[in-house]
């Protein structure tokens, strides 16, 4: 185990100790007062154990690929954007766009999501333990938004592909969502998934998916019909 | 009976009040702008005579290398031509010519880059000098893939349709396309114009501080700019932190578009270039931040006098695509039947059924588009294109095209005097000044 603090080192300092202790196979790496300093643990490409003892600010976590990061703390803008692989543990409330683009891995979430919680979510799970914003998977591609708590407005609007899951209640749905209704197996498996991350309860899920109305231009103009 | 032509009620017009009233939509097009617009054939070079003298055009040396980026990054990018290929996507065009680009690029010395749908690894392979575009979709977004470019580019807008996403009709959208953008196969894919993780100026600077971390401080970040409110948006890019600024004006390309943003949104590429070297004088980083032109460059002429307006380099997307084979008469097309235009007038990019195959998917058509020939054709052109600057500069008593400058031009119409702030040839006014 290797201790870094962060009072003591610059943001590139930091990024590239962690960098170069994930390269030297270190079994855990701990970043002590954080300071909710934006981009810390940023464009770790292999795995590795990172602890953040305390409050981190945007970006945090961020292109990542293979990491487990925990922190003990809330979070800014962006947490876990663009993850390929790995997960992120977040004990507290995360801002907005938290899992923004991820591709694959796992991000928990301890407290609340801001707005735009999953937006444009290509792969892998968000659990949040508590409520999640506005705008909550907005154009989300693939992928799981688990929300043990309620939804803000506008949820999965033009979302493509992938499920949101809400314990709670929902603001409205967004354009080109709806209601589908979870299989009694989802739902254990869901629950399964939530004592695995200390979440306690078992929501009575609502899921929502994509109603692909948006899917396609309704018309075609006369040249495009006999070419497309 | 002879009748005067009608300016508001053109053939064209009512042809397109017609398409609309089937449709129920707006129109779809590639290629760009049909506006009329004052663009660098209203300018021209007032080249050697008495008061100065030139060096000799067809052989002295003249250095067309430039440096950009290099204010924050270790290594800046370094190209032996100031042109360099824009980003097009894997999906709007074919792989082949996604390789044919980079190969072409490669072949001169210069750079090209990505698109709208994640990084071809092909196109990495063939490609010295890659760029890798960081849009608001974020498709195929990939730290790995982002760690092996040479510059990233954050697109903020593109001025064929700025304030808008991509288009790609799902003709294009095939198995392998659909799967690297994670997306359904077939869909008409709308692409989101807000970036998912920042949204003002201020969220930008974290956003390219963190672009840094992950490439370690490495290579240039760039902003790239729909034209339209430039002095205040290239300040505010530079003030966020971009190496490099790139001003994509309204005559632009585009493999798919709305119409009425082609049309209707942003200005021409004269006065966005003047705005925006303006604007970076006026805070101080001027030369320090680069500044990319691009929108409808077409020859070594237009490169030289953008440069002589203040752009350190400029950036093709379908003058490459020309050179590549896009509207050309080729023995295997057969353009009035496959794409009910004659090859010269094509615009159907967004159809994925384009003759030559360049704009394409389509198997067949994508296998009429040799890359290590298209390669050849496009490093020709851009020799070709190196050479008229190179030419120009020379004619100019000049050996470097960085030493290009406003006063070496003149404008041939009033409008370009004001919008290019050079005077009108045959008098020492600067209109609008």
């Known amino acids: ?228 | 009976m002879v009748y005067g032509s009608n300016q508001i009620w053109a053939p064209w017009t009512v042809d397109d009040i017609h398409s609309k009233a089937d449709l129920g939509r707006y129109r779809i097009r590639g290629m760009s702008t049909h506006q009329r617009v004052t663009h660098f054939d209203d300018l021209t070079f007032l080249s050697t005579g008495l008061t100065r003298f030139p060096l000799e055009g067809y052989k002295e040396q003249c250095s067309t290398r430039v440096e950009l980026g290099g204010l924050n990054a270790e290594n800046p990018l370094i190209l032996e031509t100031p042109i360099y290929i824009t980003g097009m996507s894997w999906g709007a065009l074919s792989a082949n010519a996604k390789i044919a680009l980079g190969k072409a690029a490669s072949m001169v010395g210069t750079a090209s880059c990505t698109g709208d749908g994640g990084m071809l690894p092909a196109e990495r392979e063939v490609s010295d000098k890659l760029i890798y575009q960081v849009l608001p979709s974020r498709y195929g977004a990939d730290p790995n893939h982002m760690a092996t470019a040479q510059a990233i580019e954050i697109v903020v807008g593109q001025g064929a349709k700025p304030g808008t996403g991509g288009l790609l009709m799902g003709v294009k959208v095939l198995d392998e396309v659909a799967e690297s953008r994670d997306l359904p196969p077939g869909i008409d894919q709308r692409s989101p114009a807000r970036h998912p993780d920042w949204l003002g100026p201020d969220d930008l600077a974290i956003k390219i501080e963190q672009l840094r971390e992950a490439t370690d401080w490495k290579v240039p970040i760039q902003v790239k700019l729909g034209a339209c409110r430039v002095a205040d948006d290239v300040k505010l890019a530079a003030k966020a932190g971009a190496d490099a600024i790139v001003i994509d004006s309204m005559v632009a390309g585009t493999g798919a578009s709305a119409e009425v943003l082609l049309d209707h949104s942003g200005i021409p590429t004269v006065p966005a270039i003047v705005l925006a070297r303006e604007a970076l004088r006026e805070i101080g980083l001027y030369r320090k931040v680069s500044l990319i032109a691009s929108g409808g460059i077409r020859n070594g002429a237009d490169v030289a006098k953008a440069l002589a307006l203040g752009a350190d380099a400029c950036a093709i997307g379908i003058a490459a695509l020309i050179a590549l084979n896009c509207n050309r008469d080729i023995p295997e097309a057969d353009f009035e039947k496959e794409i009910g235009l004659p090859a010269g007038q094509c615009n159907r990019c967004h159809t994925g059924k384009c003759p030559v195959g360049i704009a394409t998917q389509d198997p067949e058509l994508t296998k009429r588009l040799d890359p290590d020939e298209g390669a050849e054709r496009v490093a020709n052109f851009l020799n070709s294109m190196t050479m008229e600057l190179a030419l120009l500069t020379r004619s100019l008593g000049k050996g470097d095209v960085k030493s290009l400058e406003p006063e070496d031009l003149a404008a041939l119409t009033i409008e370009a005097s004001a919008m290019a702030r050079v005077p009108l040839v045959g008098t020492d006014k600067v209109f609008g000044m």
Not at chain 1, 14 to 39: F, S
Request: some cysteine.
């Open chain 1, 1 to 228: 185990m290797v201790s870094l603090d962060a009072s003591e080192l610059t943001t590139r300092e930091l990024n590239k100790q962690i960098k170069a202790l994930a390269e030297e196979g270190v079994d855990e790496i701990v970043i002590t007062n954080p300071a909710a300093r934006h981009n810390l643990a940023v464009g770790i490409r292999r795995p590795c154990n990172i602890k953040i003892e305390g409050s981190v600010g945007y970006y945090a976590a961020s292109q990542l690929d293979g990491p487990e990061i925990s922190i003990d703390g809330n979070a800014g803008w962006a947490l876990g954007e663009n993850l390929m692989s790995g997960k992120i543990s977040l004990s507290r409330s995360a801002g907005a766009s938290v899992a923004a683009s991820m591709r694959g891995g796992e991000v928990f979430v301890g407290g609340n999501a801001g707005a735009r919680a999953g937006i444009s979510m290509k792969g892998g799970t968000l659990l949040v333990a508590g409520d999640s914003g506005f705008l909550t998977g907005f154009m989300m591609q693939k992928g799981r938004i688990i929300v043990c708590g309620s939804i803000g407005e506008a949820a999965g609007d033009s979302m493509y592909e992938g499920t949101i899951y809400v314990g709670g209640e929902v603001g409205s749905l967004g354009a080109d969502s709806r209601y589908e209704e979870p299989g009694e197996d989802e739902l254990i498996e869901l629950w399964a998934e939530l004592e695995q991350n200390g979440v306690a309860g078992r929501p009575r899920f609502r899921k929502i998916v994509s109603e692909k109305k948006l899917y396609h231009y309704d018309t075609l103009e006369r040249f495009e019909r006999t070419l497309i």
